[in-house]
Nanobody, 125 residues
Framework: QVQLVESGGGLVQAGASLRLSCTAS????????MGWYRQAPGKQRELVAS???????DYADSVKGRFTISKDNAKNTVYLQMDSLKSEDTAVYYC???????????????????WGQGTLVTVSS
């Protein structure tokens, strides 16, 4: 079973920075994508940023130029550096990975999803 542990959320003022971390542990053959989603009160969960293995990063338009996603493959950890935070960035941030549990699955089936428990980011104006 794969577990994702997130850290780094908190309360900051507008214009400040935060760095979120998410470490995956458990039985995995490979990780296909790593990313961050967020859900603000009363809104649907939305993709913030994602990294495809061996590929480039994608960002929501609302965070382009302010947020940077990166990963450490050796540690199975994905980071989200959030700069110039705005009040509208206030949300619960969730880490997500799409992974293959074994070699055969990677050949014939879709990747499986795993989610973190969420970490709250509050930006005061």
């Amino acid at each position: 079973q794969v577990q994702l542990v997130e850290s780094g959320g908190g309360l900051v003022q507008a214009g400040a920075s935060l760095r979120l971390s998410c470490t995956a542990s458990g039985s995995m053959f490979s990780i296909n994508t790593m990313g961050w989603y967020r859900q603000a009160p009363g809104k649907q969960r939305e993709l913030v940023a994602s990294l495809i293995s061996g590929g480039s990063a994608d960002y929501a338009d609302s965070v382009k130029g302010r947020f940077t996603i990166s990963k450490d493959n050796a540690k199975n950890t994905v980071y989200l550096q959030m700069d110039s935070l705005k009040s509208e960035d206030t949300a619960v941030y969730y880490c997500n990975i799409a992974y293959y549990p074994d070699y055969l699955t990677s050949l014939y089936k879709n990747a499986l999803d795993a989610w973190g428990q969420g970490t709250l980011v509050t930006v005061s104006s």
